[in-house]
């Protein structure tokens, strides 16, 4: 309730390994996946902090369809970020399961709409959820967080090898 009063960031993350759907999906780019990840979140830290919301008494939410990151971040390993408690599912490549356990892709497309802040993957579904909350300005794709890292390595936002 009240710690939502200034809004919250999504960070939505297409990694592939959710629950039905055993293979990767690239959707980064060149950097190796690990540190594509946190330069993400990192990012997702970074508009929280440009636009008021405090991470320390509202993490930033990341949707991931790979269940291990997800798993992580419910357990809050991530410092300032916290996952849905739930598994996630793919409508496209879930196979024989049960109606209900779809529930969870509406609710995450919930949860991405009504952030106030999103990073948005490569991807039709993140980018709904965004539309679908109006399409704010305070957006940023995973593909300008990364290269925003190969323009400047050395900000903030970005991890040095």
Request: one cysteine or more; aromatic letters at 4%; hydrophobic letters at 30%.
């Amino acid at each position: 309730g009240q710690q939502l009063d200034h809004g919250y960031t999504a960070v939505h993350l297409r990694l592939g390994h959710l629950n039905g759907e055993t293979r990767t999906i690239s959707r980064m780019g060149s950097p190796e996946p690990l540190s594509g990840v946190l330069r993400v979140v990192s990012c997702g830290l970074e508009l929280s902090n440009q636009s008021g919301i405090s991470v320390t008494h509202t993490p930033i939410l990341l949707v991931t369809d790979h269940s291990s990151l997800r798993s992580f971040a419910q357990n809050r390993r991530l410092a300032n970020v916290v996952a849905p408690n739930y598994r996630s599912l793919h409508i496209g490549t879930a196979r024989r399961v049960q109606s209900d356990e779809h529930y969870s892709t509406f609710v995450d497309l919930a949860l991405l709409a009504k952030a106030k802040c999103n990073v948005q993957s490569r991807s039709g579904y993140g980018h709904m959820g965004w539309l679908l909350g109006g399409g704010t300005n305070c957006t940023m794709s995973v593909k300008s967080c990364l290269s925003s890292c190969i323009k400047d390595p050395d900000t903030k936002l970005c991890l040095r090898h």
